[in-house]
């Protein structure tokens, strides 16, 4: 490995130039986990080399969550400071770029009571709801990276010290994300222009229908008349391309929510709410789920699809080649963002309005006027391979192949 410091600056600038990709003179907001110090301390002096107006850091403690969320009043789960979130709004409306440094713990809220989780989860959603709107609709810049924690590592490799797997697994970060190339903000204009020319010869072929085959899939969908297909980053209200994901390698859109027909089979297990699913299939008639099997985890996979009936469909389907920086590692994240950029997937439940031609202004019921699944839950899962075969259907009834074992044909 190279130098560490020397990566950690690399990381950092990719973050801040890539990521939110910082205008001169503009604010930075840095959220952050206080066991990632050191990262940010990197961070900060990078944004104001690369011009930032004013850096503003506001940390948390997984700890400080675990207690509360374990001991404190049911009331305290309830509340959440609105002068936080109002700064949040403020900071949002006054152009701020957003960043947020993630450390997964997987296992984090594992004896935590449901009930508790949600009513914290549903505080902070509530408060924070009119700050969302800036990021959901694109408004600002905003991105989110993650950063080992020891918990995180050994989940990943079980059989490495707390030592070795923290190495592990920044060499692993490091090299997905493009930290370990030469010049890494150069790689990412090379990757993020090769996304956008996947993205406009899948948009120009306005494709009617996709067919998934491999072992234990046999699946056809419609795709909505003005489905859109989206990915890398995307433009700010100023027109600034930014990308909201670091890691991402997925181009993705809707499927028309009633036409999905057959069967597909997992191909990475899948962490729901600190339980893993794996090796399950799901057997579709007219979009919804009407048949799932799993060798582990039936039961967390039933309590997600009957989370509500929008969780019987599909609202995201998204293409990643085998042959990329997640997929070469073949290792299992147990963490979304690194996981769904590792092989094609759906998701079970809600699309994004934004995979639609006007999507972001629709309500829910123009939404599934449209043929777009909506849902309380959004959640993806893998079913990519080294065989998997997939075709679609032109406007004129042609069938073209567009991955052929794994990879774009
Ligand atoms: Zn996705
Ligand atoms: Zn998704």
Request: charged content about 20%; hydrophobic content about 40%; proline content about 4%.
């Amino acid at each position: 490995m190279q130098n560490f410091e020397a990566q950690l600056e690399k990381y950092a600038q990719l973050a801040i130039k890539v990521g939110v990709n910082l205008q001169p003179s503009q604010l930075l907001v840095v959220n952050a986990p206080v066991m990632a110090a050191y990262f940010v301390r990197t961070l900060v002096k990078e944004a104001y080399k690369a011009g930032a107006g004013n850096v503003h850091v506001e940390w948390h403690d997984e700890e400080i969550t675990h207690t509360k969320l374990s001991i404190a009043p049911f009331e305290a789960l309830t509340q959440y400071p609105l002068w936080k979130a109002k700064g949040y709004e403020e900071m949002a409306e006054a152009g701020a770029a957003v960043m947020t440094i993630s450390i997964p713990n997987p296992d984090l809220l594992r004896d935590i009571p449901g009930e508790r989780i949600a009513a914290a989860n549903k505080a902070n959603a509530v408060a924070m709801e009119g700050f969302k709107k800036y990021t959901q609709t694109g408004k600002i810049s905003w991105t989110t990276i993650c950063i080992p924690g020891e918990e995180w590592a050994a989940k990943i490799f079980p059989y490495a010290s707390a030592e070795e797997g923290m190495t592990l697994l920044w060499e692993n970060i490091f090299n997905i994300v493009r930290a370990s190339a030469e010049d890494p903000v150069a790689a990412w204009q090379q990757h993020l222009s090769n996304v956008r020319d996947k993205l406009s010869l899948l948009n120009s072929k306005r494709y009617k229908k996709l067919f998934f085959k491999s072992a234990g899939t046999d699946l056809s969908m419609a795709l909505p008349d003005k489905h859109l297909w989206v990915g890398g980053g995307i433009h700010n209200e100023k027109g600034t391309y930014f990308v909201p994901n670091l890691p991402t390698e997925e181009v993705f859109t809707m499927p028309l929510k009633h036409s999905l027909e057959g069967v597909v089979t997992s191909t990475k297990p899948l962490n729901y709410g600190g339980n893993v699913i794996e090796n399950f299939t799901l057997t579709f008639k007219e979009g919804r789920i009407v048949e799932f099997t799993a060798e582990k985890g039936y039961d967390t996979l039933k309590r997600l699809i009957e989370t509500d009936e929008g969780a019987h469909y599909i609202g995201e389907v998204a293409l990643v080649p085998h042959d990329s920086p997640i997929s070469n590692t073949n290792l299992v994240f147990f963490n979304t963002l690194f996981d769904e950029n590792a092989s094609c997937h759906l998701a079970i439940g809600a699309a994004y309005p934004l995979s639609i031609e006007g999507g972001s202004a629709m309500g829910k019921e123009e939404l599934e006027q449209q043929g777009a699944n909506t849902s309380l839950v959004h959640v993806d899962f893998m079913i990519g391979s080294q065989n998997m075969e997939i075709s679609a259907e032109t406007a004129e009834g042609n069938i073209e192949i567009i991955f052929s074992k794994g990879n774009w044909a």
